[in-house]
């Protein structure tokens, strides 16, 4: 299997589907075919030329609703002056396996297809029939919002996407310093919006300032905001998450604050919150967040503009209004002639069950593989496809099945992306075990 998996994930590699423009179609047919060979239904679809979707199914008895596998085909861009490998080569080398999407997501399209292909042999192979059927899922265009993809799929095929669970990207697999190992599954993540900020004054020539200049208005708005955070708020998910990753943490401040913060008494809760956001990932957990990421305005060196704006993206927890943020950044700002604005790019979904038979059965499956590994349930920060099958009311997990160190993780849309060989048998044996599991009712 370890050799075929290798193989598999370097053929998809090799495909390059950088997005823009994507072009996931020739991709696409190969895993369609590869499927088609395996004696295993599959569906090509092309929702727009050049963008392909393939839907395969392994046929279960019906005695319970299906689960299906997730990933996406097109990648980031990549840098080529900056790789040492080619980022389209499959190189591997010194135990890792190089190459723009062996992370995100291409590691986890070939885990998932392995998956399906072990399956699909065993039941060919006298196996028994599993309770329910197993759907896998390629899609296109995820990291360019999915127009030609996941949302296209639920707003003209959602009967194609008919499952009780699903596994998707979105979780992680970390390796701590120390040695001690965690498996964030996420089942909820924060949702994405843009506060838009306006500011309008005099203009004129750049020779004669005005009163009321325009950028000084947005600049000393931004500068309000700059010291402002968010209040701290705790969901059921992060309280949970917290907890129990306190028993590896290796940092003994930090773990001490996460099982205070699962305490109940506000002054606790208070002073760990205060430890934990010294971590930005971890504050990023435990509020809405703002990130001013874009500045407009401004037509000649010599002409004040009339207008000029600033584009923060806001990321609320659940539940959490995107207006309600916009108020009290109003408050921040004060009585000035700054104008805000909000539109929402994410889905505000409900919180997956981390008490169902999918989430046993990866943490059981995480378990078998890695005695030591301790489970935790994950809100993730950034936004994935699962949201949309949450809001068709899937329970859907984000996982990054393949254990890492930061500096590998890290590399994930930078330079010289790459899987620890290792981590990738891992992870694709993983999947397999957990589909296996509640494909055949035996959790």
Not at 379 to 394: C, V
Request: proline share 6%; aromatic share 6%; net charge negative.
């Amino acid at each position: 299997m370890e050799a075929e998996t290798i193989a598999v994930l370097q053929r998809l590699i090799r495909f390059d589907t950088t997005n823009p423009p994507g072009n996931e179609l020739p991709l696409a047919q190969w895993i369609h075919e590869s499927f088609v060979a395996e004696g295993i239904e599959s569906t090509l679809l092309t929702p727009v030329p050049d963008r392909g979707a393939v839907v395969a199914r392994i046929h279960g008895a019906g005695v319970e609703r299906p689960v299906l596998l997730l990933a996406h085909t097109d990648v980031v861009g990549v840098e080529r002056d900056k790789w040492v490998h080619d980022p389209f080569g499959g190189v591997v080398e010194d135990g890792y396996l190089y190459g723009r999407g062996a992370i995100d997501d291409k590691g986890m399209l070939a885990a998932n297809l392995m998956a399906m292909r072990l399956i699909q042999r065993e039941i060919v192979a006298g196996g028994r029939t599993p309770v329910r059927d197993i759907i896998f899922l390629a899609t296109p265009d995820e990291e360019a919002g999915g127009s030609a993809g996941m949302q296209w799929l639920v707003e003209n095929r959602p009967d194609l996407l008919d499952a009780e669970f699903a596994i998707n990207e979105g979780g992680r697999t970390r390796v701590l310093p120390g040695g001690k190992r965690y498996f964030a599954i996420q089942v909820a993540e924060k949702v994405s919006h843009t506060v838009t900020l306006i500011a309008r004054g005099p203009a004129g020539h750049a020779a004669i300032p005005r009163e009321g200049n325009a950028i000084f208005v947005l600049a000393d708005a931004l500068e309000k905001l700059s010291h402002y955070s968010e209040p701290t708020a705790l969901t059921e998910t992060t309280t949970r998450f917290f907890g129990e990753l306190a028993h590896v943490w290796t940092d003994e401040r930090e773990a001490d604050a996460m099982r205070a913060i699962t305490s109940g008494q506000d002054q606790q809760i208070a002073d760990a919150a205060s430890v934990l956001c010294t971590n930005p990932v971890f504050n990023a957990l435990l509020r809405n967040t703002i990130s001013p990421t874009f500045l407009e305005g401004g037509v000649r060196g010599n002409v004040i503009p009339a207008e000029v704006r600033a584009r923060i993206n806001v990321r609320t927890l659940p539940g959490h209004r995107v207006e309600d943020v916009v108020s009290r950044l109003k408050e921040v700002v004060g009585e000035t002639d700054v104008e805000f604005s909000a539109s929402t790019h994410g889905v505000d979904a409900p919180t997956s069950n981390p008490d169902s038979p999918m989430f046993t059965a990866l943490a059981r499956s995480a378990k078998d593989l890695d005695p030591e590994m301790a489970v935790v349930p994950y809100m993730g920060t950034g936004a994935t496809e699962s949201a949309q099958l949450r809001s068709l009311g899937i329970d859907a997990y984000g996982i990054l099945p393949f254990p890492m160190v930061p500096a590998d993780e890290e590399r994930m849309h930078g330079h010289d992306e790459r899987v620890p060989i290792a981590s990738l048998h891992f992870g694709t044996r993983l999947i397999y075990e957990s589909v296996r599991r509640v494909a055949a009712g035996a959790i």
